[in-house]
């Protein structure tokens, strides 16, 4: 994910020498052209994985939450679904 000059914000941080080494390994690793967009990368990934894991508790809640009767209904419309578009799929 490329971001551009005015997308950025100059900031400075003290991190642990772990964290400093880690982000040049994955700097190298990835061939990236500097540690800070090394950071961002990584950053962004924690984002998404982050969004990902909020997204898979809503849908567990919801499904947790729904009754017998709404899940047998969803049942039925995924398999008319199924049976209707069977022939488009192929």
Do not use: C, H, P
Request: no cysteine.
């Amino acid at each position: 994910m490329k971001t551009t000059a005015t997308t950025r914000v100059k900031k400075s941080y003290s991190i642990s020498r772990e964290s400093e080494q880690f982000v040049r390994r994955v700097r190298k690793l990835r061939k990236i052209a500097s540690d800070s967009e090394a950071l961002d990368r990584i950053l962004q990934e924690a984002l998404q994985t982050q969004s990902r894991a909020g997204i898979s508790a809503a849908y567990k809640a919801y499904y947790d939450a729904a009754s017998d009767a709404d899940l047998a209904a969803e049942t039925a419309w995924a398999e008319f679904a199924e049976n209707e578009f069977a022939e488009i799929v192929k």
